[in-house]
């Protein structure tokens, strides 16, 4: 592909991911509850924290983790929550513990307001596969991040959806994380590549809601006709009107030593 279709290709994949959260912005907190319950426990399994811990929360959404994470830690200053979509901050700034800064990650740290600027922990929570440019993140996140922090990032795996149909499943997109640790490594920082699991009680039918309204991005190439047929697929697979899901993350923990 011609350098300048692959870059309009990238811009409009960009735009489309911007659109999708522009538009479930509103009920985003609904369709994703059991999913940021479950995201609290392995962040507070895989780091520390104390009061005085400093978040900077990359592509951060309706400031749900943070918000989170500030309460059960009763943090003294507010987490940054940096996000390129107006809808998912106007909750964000609801919410008590946030301070929301419009941008994408690559805009955030190629930005002034972000030199000189220093934080004890970074989280990239399910948004690494929307960067156009990893590069310039983890060097921005080797810039702020402090000599004892710790930058926790994680991604989804078809397992960390309550329920996909098969067609949806397929179209998963994977995360390359070798391609990610060297990346990390070019920045001089270490990283860790693990997996974590968290089991939740899911009402089936908030599973049947999360893939009509299309809670994964890629979710929306599917017309409601194939949702409804995924579901069929699903509802004669489980039985029961509540589900025991294990959602699995894959997290990459990154450090300066
Ligand atoms: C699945 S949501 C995750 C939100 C939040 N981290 C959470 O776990 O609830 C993905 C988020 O990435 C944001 N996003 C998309 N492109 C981005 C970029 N280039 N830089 C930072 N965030 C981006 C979207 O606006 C969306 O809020």
């Given at each position: 592909?011609?350098?300048?279709?692959?870059?309009?290709?990238?811009?409009?994949?960009?735009?489309?991911?911007?659109?999708?959260?522009?538009?479930?912005?509103?009920?985003?907190?609904?369709?994703?509850?059991?999913?940021?319950?479950?995201?609290?426990?392995?962040?507070?399994?895989?780091?520390?924290?104390?009061?005085?811990?400093?978040?900077l929360?990359?592509?951060?959404?309706?400031?749900?983790?943070?918000?989170?994470?500030?309460?059960?830690?009763?943090?003294?200053?507010?987490?940054?929550?940096v996000?390129?979509?107006?809808?998912?901050?106007?909750?964000?700034?609801?919410?008590?513990?946030?301070?929301?800064v419009?941008a994408?990650?690559?805009k955030f740290f190629s930005s002034k307001e972000s030199k000189g600027k220093?934080?004890?922990?970074?989280?990239?929570?399910?948004?690494?596969?929307?960067?156009?440019?990893?590069?310039?993140?983890?060097?921005g996140?080797?810039r702020m991040?402090?000599?004892?922090?710790?930058?926790?990032?994680?991604?989804?795996?078809?397992?960390?959806?309550?329920?996909?149909?098969?067609?949806?499943?397929?179209?998963?997109?994977?995360?390359?994380?070798?391609?990610?640790?060297?990346?990390?490594?070019?920045?001089?920082?270490?990283?860790?590549?693990?997996?974590?699991?968290?089991?939740?009680?899911?009402?089936?039918?908030?599973?049947?809601?999360?893939?009509?309204?299309?809670?994964?991005?890629?979710?929306?190439?599917?017309?409601?006709?194939?949702?409804?047929?995924?579901?069929?697929?699903?509802?004669?697979?489980?039985?029961?009107?509540?589900?025991?899901?294990?959602?699995?993350?894959?997290?990459?923990?990154?450090?300066?030593?």
């Amino acid at each position: 592909m011609a350098v300048i279709e692959q870059l309009q290709s990238k811009q409009s994949a960009g735009q489309l991911v911007i659109n999708h959260y522009s538009e479930i912005g509103y009920c985003y907190d609904n369709l994703y509850g059991g999913f940021s319950s479950a995201v609290i426990s392995v962040i507070s399994r895989q780091l520390q924290f104390s009061s005085t811990e400093t978040v900077l929360d990359i592509g951060g959404g309706t400031g749900e983790i943070g918000h989170l994470l500030s309460k059960k830690y009763s943090l003294q200053a507010p987490v940054i929550c940096v996000d390129p979509v107006e809808s998912m901050l106007e909750i964000a700034k609801k919410k008590e513990g946030i301070e929301t800064v419009l941008a994408t990650a690559e805009k955030f740290f190629s930005s002034k307001e972000s030199k000189g600027k220093t934080f004890s922990r970074i989280l990239v929570i399910r948004c690494y596969h929307h960067f156009k440019d990893p590069a310039l993140v983890f060097e921005g996140v080797a810039r702020m991040l402090t000599q004892d922090g710790v930058c926790l990032l994680l991604c989804t795996t078809p397992d960390s959806a309550p329920l996909l149909f098969q067609k949806a499943r397929q179209l998963f997109q994977f995360v390359d994380y070798p391609k990610i640790v060297k990346l990390v490594e070019s920045q001089g920082l270490r990283a860790r590549w693990i997996s974590d699991h968290e089991k939740r009680m899911l009402a089936k039918e908030d599973c049947f809601s999360f893939l009509r309204n299309r809670g994964y991005s890629s979710l929306s190439s599917f017309t409601d006709d194939e949702i409804e047929d995924g579901i069929k697929e699903l509802d004669e697979q489980y039985k029961d009107n509540t589900i025991e899901a294990v959602y699995t993350f894959n997290i990459v923990i990154i450090t300066k030593y």
